[in-house]
């Protein structure tokens, strides 16, 4: 098998499910030297609202956060550093549009889903427009690759440039561009709710996703990206 990032031969030995069960060998993953350049994010003496590194219970920008949202227990979790090496890996699956990329991380998502059981989880969405372009929602993409049900209740009414492009105060004076649909407004209510990104910045995106989801009274919602 070759690495799903840099197409160099993998050699590994196969597990018994893989040998009796071969759909279940995952054909596209990291090679080790490419695993390595993704830094995993440390769970100790990071900020309990977004998990960024600091010596205080909450960084500036979740107490900002909590200022303007009081009645949100606001929690995000995300996996790796956006650091170089995710940006290239983006640059190629969000922007050039390398869909089999999508497999890269799946042995991570499937980890860290599994310990969400019995949450829905609701990927977010891009417009309409967008989709159009990029041909594929980037964070469904990875959700499928690692087999992870979702709803797609969010959607977007409005089209935008990608946050790529805005200053950190251009992100945070975005308007509200998301609702849930009528299916999602009934699914959310009392239910525990999992949002999910993939790249968390400064918050806005996950903040707005966040609010429509909160005025419909889930009984938990979480939030989650795959790099922050």
Request: aromatic content about 14%; some cysteine; proline content about 3%.
């Amino acid at each position: 098998m070759k690495c799903n990032y840099c197409s160099q031969m993998i050699n590994r030995n196969l597990t018994l499910a893989e040998i009796f069960l071969p759909k279940k060998i995952v054909s596209e993953q990291l090679c080790s030297q490419c695993a390595q350049k993704f830094q995993l994010l440390k769970t100790k003496g990071t900020c309990q609202g977004c998990q960024r590194q600091t010596q205080n219970t909450y960084c500036s920008d979740c107490l900002k956060w909590r200022q303007l949202y009081p009645q949100y227990d606001f929690h995000h979790e995300a996996l790796f550093s956006y650091n170089q090496a995710m940006q290239e890996w983006f640059e190629e699956y969000k922007f050039k549009g390398n869909y089999r990329l999508r497999y890269s991380f799946v042995s991570f998502l499937q980890a860290y889903f599994k310990q969400k059981r019995g949450f829905i989880v609701i990927p977010m969405p891009i417009s309409k427009e967008r989709l159009a372009v990029r041909g594929f929602n980037q964070v469904e993409g990875l959700l499928e690759a690692a087999g992870i049900d979702y709803q797609p209740y969010l959607v977007r009414f409005t089209d935008g440039h990608s946050q790529v492009t805005k200053t950190r105060s251009e992100r945070l004076q975005l308007v509200q561009p998301f609702e849930l649909t009528k299916e999602g407004q009934k699914a959310v209510s009392n239910k525990s709710v999992l949002l999910v990104d993939d790249i968390y910045t400064t918050g806005r995106t996950i903040f707005h996703g966040a609010q429509v989801i909160l005025e419909n009274h889930p009984a938990k919602l979480y939030t989650f990206s795959l790099a922050r």
